[in-house]
């Protein structure tokens, strides 16, 4: 049989207890060629964190010592707080995929403002500056609001996740004729010319030990793909590896409602 590829993530307790987690990422080699296979993907993306739960809950039915006990039991609550969000995303991504889009009349700004409040807070309001640009009713469109919420909100997310610190995000909007965008660019880490292709597929990482430790699924950006295609329009990043991203979410022009149309069934 092929090598098998381990990926080792080691995480000092206390007294001298180490968690290390291996996963087995032969297994996703081969998973990722067989990317139809979904359920798959799905099974080792559980598998993780609920075989790590496992093993530490057996670590503490031994231990006595307090502190050992609380570092475990908070890597449990970790480790399923992972599982449980790998689940949600889950469940987004195929609400996504399957439910007629609802015909919501939206304020691009307050999606906006939303994501970019979210962003903040995600950080502790410390590490990264999250800026938005635009004003309240400049783009008014016909859309699935909770969709444009979802997807918005995974760009700035990432942006703020993958910045470094005293990184600058920031979120433009603007329309033409064509098209309305919506823009998230940061300072962060960048994406490597060859994975810019792969990103938005389900569960693909470039950097899986960070996309851990941060919390990363590795759907956002699937989420985020979907919902343009949703509503007719796609979503494209440029990236310099270290120096930042930018991600534009597209959406054709034809979605934009005049303002001034609106009658009192705006729902806004
Ligand atoms: P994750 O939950 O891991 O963030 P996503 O689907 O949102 O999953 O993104 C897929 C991968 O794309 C991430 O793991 C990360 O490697 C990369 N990525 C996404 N957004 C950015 C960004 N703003 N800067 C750098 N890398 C990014």
Redesign the pocket.
């Known amino acids: 049989p092929p090598r098998a590829s381990l990926e080792l993530v080691a995480e000092p307790l206390a007294d001298g207890w180490v968690l290390v987690t291996v996963d087995d990422v032969s297994d996703r080699t081969r998973i990722d060629a067989m990317r139809t296979d979904f359920v798959a993907n799905i099974s080792h993306e559980l598998k993780t964190p609920v075989g790590a739960i496992a093993v530490l809950a057996e670590m503490l039915e031994d231990e006595t010592d307090p502190e050992v006990v609380a570092r475990v039991a908070s890597r449990v609550v970790a480790e399923s707080h992972r599982a449980v969000t790998t689940i949600d995303d889950l469940l987004e991504l195929s609400r996504i995929e399957s439910t007629r889009l609802a015909d919501d009349i939206v304020d691009l700004s307050d999606i906006v403002d939303g994501a970019v409040a979210r962003g903040r807070g995600a950080d502790g309001g410390e590490r990264v500056e999250v800026t938005a640009f635009g004003a309240k009713g400049d783009i008014v469109l016909r859309a699935d609001r909770r969709q444009l919420t979802s997807a918005i909100g995974?760009l700035v997310e990432?942006?703020v996740?993958?910045s470094d610190d005293d990184g600058v995000v920031q979120v433009r909007t603007r329309a033409d004729d064509r098209w309305v965008e919506v823009m998230v660019s940061?300072q962060?880490?960048?994406?490597p010319t060859r994975?810019l292709d792969r990103?938005?597929e389900r569960f693909?990482?470039?950097?899986r030990a960070?996309?851990r430790e941060?919390g990363?699924?590795?759907?956002?950006?699937?989420i985020v793909r979907h919902v343009a295609s949703n509503h007719g329009g796609e979503c494209v990043v440029s990236?310099q590896e270290g120096e930042g991203?930018t991600?534009v979410l597209r959406l054709p022009a034809s979605l934009v409602v005049d303002a001034a149309d609106l009658t009192d069934t705006n729902e806004s």
């Not at 962060?188 to 994406?191: A, D, H, N, R, T």
């Not at 693909?204 to 950097?207: G, L, S």
């Not at 990363?216 to 699937?222: A, E, K, V």
Request: proline share 0%; charged share 20%; glycine share 16%.
């Open positions: 995974n990432n942006a996740k993958y940061d962060g880490v960048g994406i994975d990103v938005f693909y990482r470039v950097d960070r996309s941060t990363g699924t590795g759907l956002g950006l699937s990236s991203s991600f």
